[in-house]
């Protein structure tokens, strides 16, 4: 489902002609400003990804408006489908084939968070792409992550890490003490020299089904944890917090890796930190770890 409250903005730092924004988000606003308008819901979780995304094509199609000389794309793996690769190829002058582009995108067990991507758009993709590049220095995870990745997801391609980390911690998950657990891991961090805002907890799941959920608070920004006299420390689903990270993670609720979704979402919360990662799991995650 896609959302009105998607990151779309325009970015002003020295080129007034720059505009940065999630694709769904960008196709929503241009689709509003339009003779198409009247196709959208009143509800947008009614309407679905492809169907947004169809009707972008038919709104760029029928409409006068000035193509973008260069696109970016970030996090392409999630948009990696025909209907997605449709929409981008009106935007731009020249389309995929001739036009001026540039797509970053990691398939390592990624690309089935959202469940978007497709064998046939990819090679439409390489077929559309002048050079690939492979990107081989890991700046954000540290040695001990990317040997723990390894060791975890063989048959993904590892990257050199470029600094040294502290050794992941992983722990058996138990609910009955886990509020205890994390508060005590919070402070040895905070002792450590980092500050509340470096320390963040991921999960696969909901704040509804988390082992967490009855020690969360929300504010207007989100979920939180409260560490006593320390602060609070954010919470985020694993898949809400993909493209970014932390210098702490604090993964919990690491339950399986039986399907392609758990180990893709797992492969991503095990990316996010730049420094400490702790892991509350269940015997049998850490046994098929």
């Not at 960008?26 to 509003?32: E, H, P, R």
């Not at 500050?195 to 969360?216: G, M, Q, T």
Request: hydrophobic residues 40%; aromatic residues 10%; negative net charge.
């Amino acid at each position: 489902k896609i959302s009105k409250n998607s990151l779309d903005f325009p970015c002003n730092v020295e080129n007034q002609n720059i505009r940065v924004s999630t694709l769904h988000s960008l196709a929503y606003s241009m689709v509003q400003e339009s003779t198409y308008v009247d196709y959208l819901p009143d509800n947008s979780s009614d309407f679905s990804s492809d169907e947004l995304l169809a009707l972008f094509a038919d709104t760029l199609l029928d409409s006068q408006f000035k193509q973008f000389d260069f696109l970016v794309v970030d996090e392409g793996q999630d948009i990696l489908n025909s209907q997605a690769l449709d929409a981008l190829d009106l935007l731009i002058k020249g389309g995929l084939e001739k036009g001026k582009w540039a797509w970053f995108m990691d398939l390592n067990f990624q690309a089935a968070v959202f469940g978007n991507y497709e064998v046939p758009a990819h090679n439409r993709l390489k077929l559309a792409a002048t050079r690939t590049n492979s990107l081989d220095l890991n700046c954000r995870n540290t040695h001990q992550i990317v040997r723990l990745l390894e060791q975890s997801f063989p048959s993904a391609q590892h990257s050199l890490a470029r600094v040294e980390g502290e050794q992941i911690n992983i722990n058996t998950l138990c609910s009955n003490d886990l509020k205890l657990r994390i508060q005590k891991e919070i402070k040895r961090l905070l002792k450590q020299g980092m500050v509340i805002e470096d320390i963040v907890i991921l999960s696969p799941l909901s704040k509804s089904k988390s082992a967490l959920k009855k020690d969360l608070l929300k504010d207007h920004e989100g979920h939180f944890f409260t560490a006593p006299n320390s602060g609070d420390v954010r919470y985020h689903t694993i898949s809400s917090f993909k493209g970014l990270e932390s210098p702490a993670v604090i993964l919990v609720d690491a339950y399986k890796l039986e399907d392609d979704w758990w180990e893709s979402v797992m492969y991503v919360g095990l990316t996010r930190a730049t420094y400490s990662m702790t892991v509350f799991a269940s015997p049998e995650f850490i046994s098929d770890y």
